[in-house]
Nanobody, 125 residues
Framework: EVQLVESGGGLVQAGGSLRLSCAAS????????IGWFRQAPGKEREEVSC????????EYADFVKGRFTISSDNANDAVYLQMNSLKSEDTAVYFC??????????????????WGQGTQVTVSS
Protein backbone atom coordinates (compact mmCIF):
# COMPACT_ATOMS: atom_id res chain seq x y z
CA GLU A 1 0.00 0.00 0.00
CA VAL A 2 1.40 3.36 -1.03
CA GLN A 3 1.47 5.89 1.78
CA LEU A 4 2.39 9.56 1.58
CA VAL A 5 2.81 11.64 4.72
CA GLU A 6 3.42 15.39 4.56
CA SER A 7 5.02 17.52 7.24
CA GLY A 8 6.59 20.94 7.65
CA GLY A 9 3.58 23.19 7.28
CA GLY A 10 2.91 26.04 9.64
CA LEU A 11 2.53 29.77 10.05
CA VAL A 12 5.08 32.05 8.42
CA GLN A 13 5.29 35.76 7.67
CA ALA A 14 5.13 37.04 4.10
CA GLY A 15 8.59 36.97 2.58
CA GLY A 16 9.63 34.08 4.77
CA SER A 17 10.49 30.49 3.97
CA LEU A 18 9.16 27.04 4.75
CA ARG A 19 10.28 23.54 3.81
CA LEU A 20 7.72 20.80 3.28
CA SER A 21 8.58 17.12 3.41
CA CYS A 22 6.77 14.10 2.03
CA ALA A 23 7.69 10.66 3.33
CA ALA A 24 6.67 8.01 0.83
CA SER A 25 6.50 4.25 1.22
CA UNK A 26 4.98 1.19 -0.38
CA UNK A 27 5.81 1.84 -4.03
CA UNK A 28 5.78 -1.37 -6.08
CA UNK A 29 6.04 0.03 -9.61
CA UNK A 30 9.32 0.71 -11.41
CA UNK A 31 8.95 4.43 -12.01
CA UNK A 32 6.63 7.22 -10.91
CA UNK A 33 6.15 10.92 -10.69
CA ILE A 34 5.64 12.66 -7.37
CA GLY A 35 4.91 16.23 -6.44
CA TRP A 36 2.80 18.81 -4.69
CA PHE A 37 -0.70 20.19 -5.06
CA ARG A 38 -2.39 22.84 -2.99
CA GLN A 39 -5.95 23.87 -2.27
CA ALA A 40 -7.16 27.05 -0.63
CA PRO A 41 -10.68 27.37 0.82
CA GLY A 42 -13.20 27.99 -1.92
CA LYS A 43 -10.69 27.32 -4.68
CA GLU A 44 -9.94 24.30 -6.81
CA ARG A 45 -6.95 22.11 -6.20
CA GLU A 46 -3.95 23.15 -8.30
CA GLU A 47 -0.63 21.54 -9.08
CA VAL A 48 2.39 23.33 -7.64
CA SER A 49 5.36 21.24 -8.73
CA CYS A 50 6.44 17.71 -9.54
CA UNK A 51 9.53 15.62 -10.12
CA UNK A 52 9.99 12.45 -12.15
CA UNK A 53 11.85 9.86 -10.13
CA UNK A 54 14.05 8.25 -12.78
CA UNK A 55 15.47 11.24 -14.64
CA UNK A 56 14.79 14.00 -12.15
CA UNK A 57 12.90 16.22 -14.55
CA UNK A 58 10.78 18.84 -12.84
CA GLU A 59 7.90 21.19 -13.52
CA TYR A 60 6.67 24.27 -11.69
CA ALA A 61 3.49 26.25 -11.83
CA ASP A 62 4.04 29.78 -13.08
CA PHE A 63 2.99 31.27 -9.77
CA VAL A 64 5.86 29.62 -7.88
CA LYS A 65 8.69 29.75 -10.42
CA GLY A 66 11.79 31.33 -8.95
CA ARG A 67 10.45 30.95 -5.41
CA PHE A 68 9.86 27.23 -4.83
CA THR A 69 12.25 24.33 -5.42
CA ILE A 70 11.33 20.65 -5.47
CA SER A 71 13.88 17.96 -4.67
CA SER A 72 13.88 14.27 -3.88
CA ASP A 73 15.81 11.58 -2.07
CA ASN A 74 15.37 8.47 -4.17
CA ALA A 75 16.97 6.18 -1.60
CA ASN A 76 14.28 7.10 0.90
CA ASP A 77 11.45 7.84 -1.57
CA ALA A 78 11.12 11.27 -0.03
CA VAL A 79 10.31 14.56 -1.72
CA TYR A 80 10.72 18.11 -0.47
CA LEU A 81 9.41 21.52 -1.37
CA GLN A 82 11.53 24.50 -0.38
CA MET A 83 9.30 27.56 -0.39
CA ASN A 84 10.92 30.99 -0.35
CA SER A 85 9.56 34.52 -0.67
CA LEU A 86 6.18 33.32 0.51
CA LYS A 87 3.11 35.40 -0.25
CA SER A 88 -0.29 35.52 1.39
CA GLU A 89 -1.78 33.87 -1.70
CA ASP A 90 0.38 30.81 -1.02
CA THR A 91 -1.85 30.05 1.96
CA ALA A 92 -3.41 26.64 1.36
CA VAL A 93 -3.38 23.01 2.34
CA TYR A 94 -0.48 21.39 0.53
CA PHE A 95 -0.80 17.78 -0.58
CA CYS A 96 1.87 15.34 -1.64
CA UNK A 97 0.72 13.22 -4.57
CA UNK A 98 2.15 10.49 -6.77
CA UNK A 99 1.20 8.54 -9.86
CA UNK A 100 2.59 5.52 -11.67
CA UNK A 101 2.61 7.49 -14.92
CA UNK A 102 6.16 8.88 -14.75
CA UNK A 103 5.47 12.26 -16.25
CA UNK A 104 5.50 15.85 -15.10
CA UNK A 105 3.19 17.68 -14.78
CA UNK A 106 1.36 14.99 -12.87
CA UNK A 107 -1.53 13.59 -14.86
CA UNK A 108 -3.64 11.96 -12.19
CA UNK A 109 -6.90 10.50 -13.44
CA UNK A 110 -10.10 11.34 -11.56
CA UNK A 111 -10.18 9.22 -8.43
CA UNK A 112 -6.70 7.91 -9.12
CA UNK A 113 -3.20 8.47 -7.88
CA UNK A 114 -1.91 8.44 -4.36
CA TRP A 115 -2.40 11.29 -1.93
CA GLY A 116 -1.20 12.37 1.47
CA GLN A 117 -3.43 13.91 4.10
CA GLY A 118 -2.19 17.45 3.52
CA THR A 119 -0.33 19.99 5.62
CA GLN A 120 -1.53 23.53 6.27
CA VAL A 121 0.60 26.47 5.17
CA THR A 122 -0.50 29.89 6.37
CA VAL A 123 1.30 33.04 5.27
CA SER A 124 0.54 36.16 7.26
CA SER A 125 0.83 39.70 5.89
Amino acid sequence: EVQLVESGGGLVQAGGSLRLSCAASGFTFDDYAIGWFRQAPGKEREEVSCIQRRDGSTEYADFVKGRFTISSDNANDAVYLQMNSLKSEDTAVYFCAADEIPACPLKIAPGGGYWGQGTQVTVSS
